[in-house]
């Protein structure tokens, strides 16, 4: 029987439970040293003092590092800019300000504490500018995105304006959703020690090859000379999947104060210099035929960026694939603000996108009177609706189906403010989500041990997500063994390389490397027990035999012994993909319902119950699987009612750095979750046949509950998140 797919526990559970699992921050190292970030009080300008005499002279100050004194990085600190694994820095190279919260020092002390204090008495004087904060105004000068990794940033097939003004229905709607900040459990975390001309790092990353690559090139240094280690990370969610500047200053401050350094960021230091999700404003037309089948969809987004860096919230991507629709344009501006570099946050784009597109749906269904899921059903997109190739896979009428009736969707009454329990106006409302199926260049080695137990390695990452869970799933049953003899390891650049894991690619990129490089190995062990006849080898939880003989049967350590007791190794690497040359289109997909209750006098919303099902390829680990779907509904629901970053206009700063109030759901904030799963196999896309499941969760379900605060209330909104006061 097959390992994979079996909803094992996490292999890392019992490490993580009892402490030992060790997180970028924990190593502990010989004459550790502490660094603190001293962060700029303006939003734009330059510093015209810096007076670091006082914090020198402070107990335990070992130095402090500012643009006065850093060393000088090849091409001022910019020389790795490539994202996504290189960004624009902020690496003391200069006096400019370029938004408030930038660092503009590292204080080294001998203990944490000393750290901070003597940050609090560096002394800085600037000359401000006037900054662009002001996402309003900067839209004005709107620029075309020149390119976005996600795909071409404006396509367009068919005669959409055309078609939409000649349409039988129409809407036209704009749609806005604010800037969010990450906050994972961990914050951004690193050790740097250097031994000579070598630089140990142990960081809190979603992709330790890119931040191999990215300070060595920054520091103007061999990547060999440059280890990256990261067994452990308290969620990433794409702000760990760039190098940021701590990360950079780490390695300088080891470097000048001759120890090992490690920089922890505080919480509030999570929000501004470690990027975050761009908020939008996605205006939508859609046109439709009275039956209700689409004749033309425009979907025009601008966001904001950095003006020290482009980066885009590519919104526009889900609207490119989810409805057959013969005519069709999307374009993405952005607006410059004088901000930190924003990033990519779960489900990039897709996120955001689909709580316009799918508001714009909802608005539509009610304007043609048809039901909000009919209508999708009528322009379900039987092929990529752009290119015309077919998909890889895709269940998502099954979803629907399977989702609606767990839901009871049926008995819904179509009109809004029908549906009331005491105080409550009771709404239900669905929304579809998605995600792209990306893969990427992977390498894997496997090591058969004397004692018939396995050692598997990959240098990807684990972010909490169960790569080493699933991982040694895939092991085991490429080398028919069972889960508990076999050790997987990742997050160490001394391994095989693989990508960065974001975009939810880690499962389709590393599961393929891993198959092979076991297969080699079970491969090099039947030649070893049966040499000309592998073709009759069958092997089963550590044991060979023959399908001819099957008397003749031998243990993996028996086998090992015979050939005199050395181990087997193999090496396999799994090509990526060449994004958009393959002859299917990979994409997953979900049907998203849920019920909202909304008080009719104070106009608290909650969401007793969401039922969704998800088309996402073949299942790994059915346990983890759906635990990962539920924080992504989570999530969403955090995205729909609560998450909002808050820049004050007059200075740039962030007013809610913190977790009290950029708010998250507690647990009594969430109600029942039903997650459900189409029975898939996608070996079109991999050898292993899924998908990827890291992000869609947080797909669809915004838009989900603003349908169902429009059925409950006759109210529709169309910004995020919804709050009371926008229904009272
Ligand atoms: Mo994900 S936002 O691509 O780490």
């Given at each position: 029987m097959s390992v994979v797919s079996q909803p094992i526990d996490r292999t890392d559970g019992p490490l993580k439970v009892t402490g030992q699992a060790r997180y970028a921050a924990e190593f502990q190292l010989p004459r550790l040293a502490h660094a603190v970030i001293v962060q700029s009080t303006i939003a734009k300008g330059s510093i015209v003092s810096l007076d670091a005499s006082g914090a020198q002279k402070a107990p335990g100050v070992l130095l402090v590092i500012s643009h006065l004194n850093a060393p000088k990085l090849p091409q001022g600190g910019k020389a790795a800019i490539k994202p996504p694994a290189g960004r624009t820095l902020s690496l003391l190279q200069e006096n400019v300000v370029h938004y408030n919260g930038q660092p503009i020092a590292v204080v080294v002390a001998d203990s944490f504490e000393h750290a901070v204090a003597g940050a609090d008495l560096v002394r800085v004087r600037y000359a401000e500018a006037k900054a662009q904060l002001d996402f309003e105004r900067a839209k004005r000068d709107a620029y075309p995105v020149k390119q976005m990794p996600q795909g071409e940033p404006a396509v367009a097939w068919g005669e959409s304006d055309k078609a939409l003004g000649a349409a039988e229905v129409r809407i036209e709607q704009t749609y806005t959703t604010p800037m969010e900040t990450h906050n994972p459990m961990e914050p951004h975390a690193t050790i740097a020690a250097w031994e000579g001309e070598r630089l140990t790092l142990y960081d809190s990353t979603q992709y330790i090859s890119g931040v191999r690559e990215t300070v060595a090139k920054t520091l103007g240094i061999?990547?060999?000379r440059v280890r990256v280690v990261s067994p452990f990370v308290g969620g990433g969610f794409g702000c760990k999947g760039s190098t940021w500047s701590h990360v950079v200053l780490a390695a300088m401050a080891a470097q000048r104060a001759g120890r090992p350094v490690k920089l922890a960021l505080a919480r509030p230091q999570m929000f501004g210099p470690v990027g975050g999700r761009p908020q939008t404003e996605q205006r939508i037309a859609l046109g439709a035929k009275k039956d209700g089948s689409l004749v033309a969809i425009r979907h025009d987004v601008v966001s904001h960026t950095s003006l020290m860096e482009d980066f885009t919230e590519p919104a526009t991507m889900p609207t490119r694939a989810l409805y057959a629709c013969p005519n069709a344009a999307v374009s993405q501006r952005l607006a410059a603000l004088d901000v930190g570099v924003p990033t990519f946050q779960r489900a990039p784009g897709e996120s955001s996108g689909t709580f316009a597109l799918e508001s714009a749906m909802d608005e539509l269904a009610y304007a043609l009177g048809i039901d909000p899921l009919e209508l999708r059903l009528i322009n379900y997109a039987e092929a990529d609706p752009r290119t015309g190739k077919p998909w890889s896979s895709k269940m998502l009428r099954e979803c629907y189906a399977d989702a609606a009736e767990r839901f009871g969707w049926a008995k819904r009454p179509a009109k809004p403010r029908a549906l009331r329990e005491g105080h409550a106006l009771v709404g239900w409302g669905m929304a579809t989500a998605t995600y792209p199926a990306h893969r990427r260049p992977a390498a894997a080695m496997a090591r058969l041990l004397p004692d018939g137990t396995a050692l598997v390695r990959s240098g990807t990452q684990d972010l909490g997500t169960g790569t080493y869970t699933v991982m040694t799933q895939v092991a085991a049953d490429a080398l028919a063994l069972a889960p508990e003899r076999i050790d997987f390891e990742l997050?160490?650049?001394?391994?095989?390389p693989a990508g960065v894991s974001?975009?939810?690619t880690t499962v389709a990129s590393v599961a393929p490397a891993v198959k092979a490089a076991c297969e080699e190995v079970r491969g090099k062990l039947a030649s070893l027990f049966a040499p000309g006849r592998e073709q009759d080898v069958v092997a089963e939880n550590g044991w060979l035999w023959l399908k001819s003989q099957p008397s003749r049967r031998e243990s993996y350590a028996a086998i090992l012994a015979r050939a005199g007791g050395a181990p087997l190794e193999a090496q396999a690497k799994a090509e990526g993909e060449e994004r958009d040359k393959g002859p299917y289109a990979t994409r997953s997909f979900g049907g998203v319902f849920c019920e909202v209750r909304v008080d009719e006098d104070l106009g608290r919303i909650s969401v007793p119950r969401i039922v969704a099902a998800y088309s996402v390829g073949r299942l790994m680990n059915a346990k983890l699987a759906r635990s990962q779907l539920i924080g992504g509904l989570v999530w969403g629901v955090s995205m729909a009612l609560m998450e909002e970053t808050h820049l004050d206009l007059r200075d740039g700063r962030i007013v809610n750095a913190n977790l009290a109030e950029y708010h998250v759901p507690v647990n009594a904030d969430i109600g029942a979750i039903d997650v459900s799963f189409c029975d898939e196999n996608d070996t079109r896309f991999n050898p292993v046949g899924a998908r990827g499941i890291g992000e869609i969760g947080i797909t669809g379900i915004p838009a989900a509950i603003a349908n169902a605060v429009y059925h409950a209330t006759g109210r529709r909104i169309r910004k995020l998140p919804i709050l009371l006061d926008d229904l009272i």
């Open positions: 061999a990547p060999e997050g160490d650049t001394l391994m095989p974001g975009g939810s």
